[in-house]
């Protein structure tokens, strides 16, 4: 059974521009979580999504937002980067409910 | 929101010593996970314990909901078991984990 999946695995961006990360969650989780791992600043919790509705956001700004589509599968985007974005961006994905969430391998941005 | 905090920070360990990690959380808990980080980034899910006690292999967890608190016990560790160590919660009403500091541990042969 495949899990979760993220994509790109790495990325450098460019200060002022927009990113787009995406995340697969595994088969028949509904719910989707958005999570940024900064340098020093352990897991924040950035969104999360269930059955295609944003259920809670975190605190953060925003030009972080993202969105859940049909078959659950989800994206982030963040607009006119700022270096202190520069972080590990994981994804999860669980029944909906709270059950046991498992992470995908992340996304790594570095804003230049 | 719930507060996870977890003891001790770091941790050195020789070779085949056992430890315990804490996570202390603040108010009820629906979800409880610990998970480790590889050094790639990906969390590793150990347990799913809300409540009670699990083991897998050389690990296991124990979490006292009235108390509020959870144990992971690690025996006889080994050099790949380095890395850092999440407890997270999340309470009632959310299904969100909020994550505790992390323990970083370091297993020296």
């Known amino acids: 059974e495949a899990g979760v999946t993220q994509s790109p695995t790495h990325l450098i961006k460019t200060r002022g521009q927009q990113v787009t990360l995406r995340c697969s969650p595994i088969s028949g989780h509904t719910s989707v979580y958005w999570y940024q791992q900064a340098l020093g600043l352990g897991l924040q919790f950035l969104l999360w999504y269930d059955e295609g509705e944003e259920r809670n956001r975190g605190n953060f700004p925003p030009r972080f937002s993202g969105r859940q589509f049909p078959n659950y599968s989800s994206e982030l985007n963040v607009n006119a980067l700022e270096l202190e974005d520069s972080a590990l961006y994981l994804c999860a994905s669980s029944f909906g409910g709270p059950t046991e969430a498992f992470f995908g391998q992340g996304t790594r941005l570095t804003v230049v | 929101g719930i507060q996870v905090e977890q003891s001790p920070p770091d941790l050195i360990l020789q070779e085949g010593a056992n430890s315990t990690l804490r996570c202390n959380f603040s108010d009820s808990v629906n979800n409880l996970q610990w998970f480790h980080q590889n050094p790639w980034g990906q969390l590793i899910n150990l347990f799913y314990?809300?409540?009670g006690t699990k083991q897998n292999g050389r690990l296991s967890a124990t979490t006292v909901a009235t108390e509020r608190y959870s144990l992971l016990y690690i025996s006889s560790s080994q050099t790949t078991d380095s890395g850092v160590y999440f407890c997270?919660?999340?309470?009632?009403?959310?299904?969100?984990?909020?994550f505790g500091k992390g323990t970083k541990l370091s297993v020296i042969p």
């Open positions: 314990i809300p409540s």
């Open positions: 997270a919660s999340s309470g009632a009403g959310s299904y969100q984990l909020t």
